[in-house]
């Protein structure tokens, strides 16, 4: 099984600062089946980016994805208010889909 | 809309059984694969179990394997996991989730507001 390692777990920023949220995995994962998930405090999670990079539908051009094989990256561009959440990275292979663990973006 | 609603969820003792379900609407159930995601208290979230669009390929996470089935009536445009032999550990927030593959890649969209499962004696 594919283990997603995401770092930091806690991100302290200010708004309209950057955002960068590493996703690692334990081997190669194809980009096509990595995606970034937004949750906040008593809602269900939502989908942010897939295909590694491409953006989800209504999702602001200050969120984007990059990276390929082991290394994944979402960066907020400049922080808003609304984006201080838990974001997600997942990803799908041989028949299983797995998540990491979490990085909070807190109000610093 | 495009939505996905849970329910089913409640307290139950340890070693038994608890039914959920999920209805859809705003879109054609039949052709779209589905999941079950859990989100124990304060912690990340968990794959849970997969069903194809027909219902005749499932898949599971070895935590729930042997105790948990998957299943869908698409005459009915629901969606069920039925939970047997719980343990504390399957305490958490159930979520179902549609699979949603584009032209590149596929990703869970949308998921529903999910229902909370209790193991506690």
């Known amino acids: 099984e594919i283990v997603l390692t995401q770092s930091p777990g806690t991100l302290s920023l200010s708004p309209g600062e950057r955002a960068t949220l590493s996703c690692r995995a334990s081997?190669?994962?194809?980009?096509?089946?990595l995606a970034w998930y937004q949750q906040k405090p008593g809602q269900a999670p939502r989908v942010l980016i897939y295909g590694a990079s491409s953006r989800a539908t209504g999702i602001p051009d200050r969120f984007s994805g990059s990276g390929s094989g082991t290394d994944f990256t979402l960066t907020i561009s400049r922080l808003e208010p609304e984006d201080f959440a838990v974001y997600y990275c997942q990803q799908y292979g041989s028949s299983r889909w797995t998540f990491g663990q979490g990085t909070k973006v807190e109000i610093k | 809309q495009v939505q996905l609603v849970e329910s089913g969820g409640g307290v139950v003792q340890p070693g038994g059984s608890l039914r959920l379900s999920c209805a859809a609407s705003g879109f054609t159930f039949s052709s779209y694969g589905l999941h079950w995601v859990r989100q124990a208290p304060g912690k990340g979230l968990e794959w849970v179990t997969f069903?194809?669009?027909?219902?005749?390929?499932?898949y599971y996470a070895d935590s729930v394997k042997g105790r948990f089935t998957i299943s869908r009536d698409n005459s009915k445009n629901t969606l069920y996991l039925q939970m047997n032999s719980l343990r504390a550990e399957d305490t958490a927030v159930y979520y179902c989730a549609r699979s949603f593959r584009g032209v590149v890649g596929e990703w869970f969209d949308p998921w529903g507001q999910g229902t909370l499962v209790t193991v506690s004696s």
């Open positions: 081997q190669s994962v194809s980009s096509s089946y």
């Open positions: 069903i194809r669009y027909g219902g005749d390929i499932k």
